[in-house]
């Protein structure tokens, strides 16, 4: 069975730095070995959706959907609902192998099995940080929340499962891709959420804020609950690496607290190798398969519940 997975988005991307990360004190120095490469496998720049008509099309429609009904009342109920984690029990591993069965054709980057993603992720991060395995692990599950997508996880639909993410209680900032169809969510006129802080407070904790529902925070509330032992910069790149908005332009950064901003240049070190590590190079799954089970196995109970 092959399942397309339609995750269109649009990203700015901006300049970074080569930085590398200090795991201890979470400092960041400069001089990280990854070289962000000018174009992808097909010879195209990374996240160029206006290279075909069509997919600009698609991806301006999956928005439209997407931002419509994306409201707080919808996302408390999936979290609520999926917070059960009664759907499923299985191992990492099975999870990543289930998701192989996905192709995302709204990739303009790489038309490969989502594990390519993961694991292609996951080594250029281990050939960067080997002392770091937190993050090589990280890296490897990201994006495991896109089960939501399979019958056996209720079989969501595309706008509520992937695409750039975004804060629901609270005003939404013009950052956000196709801000125009924000207007017809019944949020939008809500005194109660239309306004900056909405049902916040300035510095509150981005754990405090209820985020558009989707694969990150699926797989944020299934690791948390299951009692991994990951650091909590982990987590945070779990639940915000589609939180384009504020990392790629710096909104919503006022609810933020300290150790939001300490972890946010965890997510600015992992975000290029989860863009920019996508390549027709295949990854030899069986020859890194031990390690990954290694660090699973340190990380995770070896059957978590979904």
Known sequence: ????????????????????????????VLDAGFIMPDSNAFGHTFRDYDAESERKKTVEEFYRINHINQSFDFVKRMREEYGKLNRVEMSIWESIELLNEFVD???????????????????????????????????????????LLHESFGQLPQWAVVGDTFPVGCAYDESNVHYKYFKENPDYNNPK??????????????????????????????????????????????????????HNHGAYEYLMNDEDKENLKWLHVFNKYDLYSKSKVRIDVEKVKPYYLSLIEKYFPAKLRW
């Open 105 to 147: 054709e709204s990739d303009p980057d790489l038309d490969e099995p989502q594990i390519e993603h993961l694991l292609q992720t996951a080594e250029a991060i281990r050939k960067d940080y080997p002392d770091e395995d937190w993050l090589h692990l990280t890296g490897l599950i990201h994006d495991l929340g896109k089960v």
């Open 1 to 28: 069975m092959t399942i397309v997975i339609e995750e269109p988005r649009i990203v700015v991307i901006e300049e970074s730095k080569n930085i590398h990360a200090d795991q201890k004190g979470l400092g960041l």
């Open 193 to 246: 959420y239309n306004t900056k802080f909405g049902i916040y407070s300035e510095g509150c904790g981005l754990n405090n804020v209820f985020m558009s529902w989707g694969h990150d925070d699926y797989m944020y509330l299934v690791a948390k609950e299951n009692k991994t032992t990951l650091p909590s910069a982990a987590l945070f790149i779990i639940r915000y690496h589609s939180f384009y908005p504020l």
